[in-house]
């Protein structure tokens, strides 16, 4: 049993043992000889219909429980969340029937049929109601479960914009992990030279592809060299539309210029291998301090978070959104210095598979309108480093799911969580940052990260005074 479902058990085993119990205790010689007063039932039969209610009412709070703990996903967990109680309480009803009418019969004459059939019709019927209520209500949720998972589909197509090294979140499903697979085999072996670059060696595997150390022998440059597989399309029109696409948003991202921001040197095609050439970066990436119990000071969060959005925002003035911010994009060098990596490569990596409406990011930081497959702006990086601002400061992100449908649904449709409920030591201040940056509806977010900017910077002085 999962253990997320563990919760059934102690229910489940009250169930059987009043059960058992029941027809033992009904058994015993004491029961035989007791009577109950005002009641036309002898002790035995007194005590396997209050055995049988009693089951139906632990019956009835198993539904109750699982009506909270079944996940409300907008899928087929919603359905059923929705239908669990109404079909509980007219299963007992029945059941509860067939017990009185057979164990308590003297009492139902007691009663008086007439009133006895009326209490049954009205709770038959109004569980009959409720229960068709709940399914008519509910029937969308329905027919996304039987319909072919879209988010899922399109999230599949975009594999490759995840990093192979980070830490997956419990959210996303299998299917990327296996197209990482594929990917790690297409490349069997490393090329000596790309466009005027000597390979040195296979660095790891990121966004792309395939990442090589690199070094320009002209100027004696070591460069980062991300690659990606041109070979395997076979349609020449689109061949020559994903080139002229790769080379295009590798010029636009070739063209920033900051201090916080990777550069990219070059970009070419050899061997059947689109590449690109970029500064090369040591240092760690934020993901290493984005969990328990390896958080880094306030202040020093805010003033990197701060910088990103510096970078973010020059970005965004020349044109280019990332659409892929994530703590393993965003590096501190060894001279803490802070530089966001990958501009644009999320949207470089899925050319090869682009569809309309294509969803590109990797799921914990993409930003409602980018689930949607909706056109993002740079309001949809300022969301996701608002979710690596809130993972910084507790170690969590601020949603979660237990597949990948769920996560996206909760990033589209649940408020996130109060930061102060995870981080009661933080000033209220960060608590409105935070809560603005991660608006689902864009009038309500920062317009630009220069405002993210500002308020963080303008909490660490509150902080100093």
């Known amino acids: 049993m999962s253990k997320s479902w563990t919760w059934i058990a102690p229910y489940t085993f009250a169930i059987l043992a009043v059960l ?28 396997r219909l209050g055995a049988d209610l009693l089951a139906l009412t632990i019956l009835w709070l198993l539904a109750l429980a699982a009506s909270q703990q079944i996940p409300d996903n907008g899928r087929g967990s919603s359905f059923l969340r ?16 067939k017990a009185l009418r057979t164990v308590g019969l003297p009492l139902v004459e007691q009663i008086g049929s007439a009133r006895f059939a009326s209490g049954y019709a009205i709770g038959l019927v109004g569980s009959g109601l ?22 899922t589909r399109r999230q599949g197509a975009q594999a490759l914009a995840e990093e192979e090294e980070e830490e997956q979140e419990a959210a996303e499903d299998s299917s990327e992990s296996k197209s990482h697979s594929a990917t790690s085999t297409i490349i ?3 090329p000596g030279m790309l466009g005027r670059y000597r390979v040195l060696k296979e660095l790891g595997r990121g966004a792309m592809g ?8 002209t100027i004696q440059r070591f460069v980062a060299i991300k690659t990606m597989r041109l070979d395997q399309i076979d349609n020449d029109d689109k061949l020559q539309n994903i080139k002229a696409r790769f080379f295009r948003e590798a010029e636009s991202t070739g063209r920033l210029s900051h201090p916080n921001i990777v550069t990219i040197y070059d970009a070419g ?15 760690t990436p934020l993901k290493q301090w984005a969990r328990q119990p390896n958080l880094m000071p306030l202040n020093e969060v805010l003033l990197i978070v701060a910088t990103a959005a510096d970078a973010l925002d020059y970005a965004h003035q020349q044109g280019v959104v990332h659409r892929d911010i994530k703590p393993a994009n965003i590096m501190l060098t060894k001279d803490r210095i802070v530089k966001v990596m990958d501009f644009g490569i999320a949207k470089i990596a899925s050319s090869s598979k682009t569809q309309t409406n294509m969803v590109m990011g990797t799921p914990t930081y993409m930003s409602p309108e980018q689930i949607s497959g909706k056109k993002v702006d740079g309001r949809s990086d300022i969301f996701s480093l608002g979710v690596v601002l809130f993972e910084l400061l507790t170690g969590q992100p601020p949603f979660t799911a237990d597949n990948l449908s769920a996560l996206l649904f909760s990033i589209a ?5 109060a930061i102060h409920t995870l981080r009661p030591d933080l000033p209220p201040m960060v608590q409105e940052i935070v809560d603005r940056a991660l608006q689902k509806e864009l009038p309500h977010r920062y317009r630009r990260a220069d405002e993210f900017a500002r308020e963080l910077r303008a909490c660490l002085q509150s902080l100093a005074a």
């Open 130 to 151: 409720w229960l068709t209520t709940a399914w008519l209500m509910n029937y969308p949720s329905l027919r996304r479960a039987f319909d072919p998972p879209l988010l």
């Open 188 to 190: 069997t072996s490393t």
């Open 413 to 417: 449709h649940h408020p996130h969580p």
């Open 20 to 47: 058992l119990a029941g027809p033992l205790l009904s058994s015993m010689a004491v029961a035989q000889s007791a009577t109950v007063p005002y009641l036309a039932l002898s002790g035995p039969h007194v005590i």
């Open 269 to 283: 095609e050899e061997h059947d291998l689109g590449y690109i050439a970029m500064e090369l970066i040591e240092g």
């Open 82 to 97: 929705s239908l669990v109680l109404p079909l509980t309480t007219m299963t007992a009803i029945l059941f509860a029937t």
């Open 210 to 217: 395939l990442v090589y150390l690199g070094k320009d022998p």
